[in-house]
Antibody, heavy 120, light 106 residues
Framework: QVPLQESGPGLVKPSQTLSLTCTVS??????????WSWIRQPAGKGLEWIGR???????NYSPSLNSRLTISIDTSKNQFSLILTSVTAADTAVYYC????????????WGQGTLVTVSS | DIQMTQSPSSLSASVGDRVTITCRAS??????LSWYQHKPGKAPKLLIY???SLQSGVPSRFSGSGSETDFTLTISSLQPEDLATYYC????????FGPGTKVDIK
């Protein structure tokens, strides 16, 4: 088992910054066999891939979020993080972190998800 | 960007029915296609990868097929616990999900 757990504020004000951390237990985040991704689901909508970070620190981002997004990795803490700036109500969603295997790029382990609401 | 579509958007079927969900990619993605099951309040679960390979631990009533732009997920005999939304996802380029198919039990 490779439990993943999201953490961070559940409420963020409009125009401010959303910050989440995913803690990985039971396996090393340094493994070259995996990437580490963020996915979100707005209420009543489908899943949206946000971006990924490699153990090296390299990243790929969704084009629609690229200008506001930073994903980073801290291998010493076995954690990776998401920062989304200038949030609006459209960023209200359940945010999931997930492990992505480098073979077929499947998300084989997920966190339970954390609801982030953007509201004043 | 590669766009994914799914049909139907929702369906209702009886226990024991055969259920088929279709996914289409906007360009050739070879077999870089996976399927996920998402139940309310839970994390999504990987069912199928590489278009037709069954993830370990997933019941054999689930199967996938297809290549290039057209793919299907089949549940051979629908069970009550299959109530969920099903998503296809391509990883030929940066990942993108289909809009989902909600499966209800009659």
């Amino acid at each position: 088992q490779v439990p993943l757990q999201e953490s961070g504020p559940g409420l963020v004000k409009p125009s401010q910054t959303l910050s989440l951390t995913c803690t990985v237990s039971g396996g090393s985040i340094r493994s070259s066999n995996y990437y580490w991704s963020w996915i979100r689901q707005p209420a009543g909508k489908g899943l949206e891939w946000i971006g990924r970070v490699y153990p090296s620190g390299s990243t790929n981002y969704s084009p629609s979020l690229n200008s506001r997004l930073t994903i980073s990795i801290d291998t010493s803490k076995n954690q990776f993080s998401l920062i989304l700036t200038s949030v609006t109500a459209a960023d209200t969603a359940v945010y999931y972190c997930a492990r992505e295997d480098t073979g077929w790029n499947t998300f084989d382990y997920w966190g339970q998800g954390t609801l982030v609401t953007v509201s004043s | 960007d590669i766009q994914m579509t799914q049909s139907p958007s929702s369906l209702s079927a009886s226990v024991g029915d055969r259920v088929t969900i279709t996914c289409r990619a906007s360009q050739n993605i070879y077999t870089y296609l996976s399927w996920y099951q998402h139940k309310p309040g839970k994390a999504p679960k990987l069912l199928i990868y590489a278009a037709s390979s069954l993830q370990s631990g997933v019941p054999s009533r689930f199967s996938g097929s297809g290549s290039e732009t057209d793919f299907t997920l089949t549940i051979s005999s629908l069970q009550p616990e299959d109530l969920a939304t099903y998503y296809c996802k391509q990883t030929y380029s940066t990942p993108s999900f289909g809009p989902g198919t909600k499966v209800d039990i009659k």
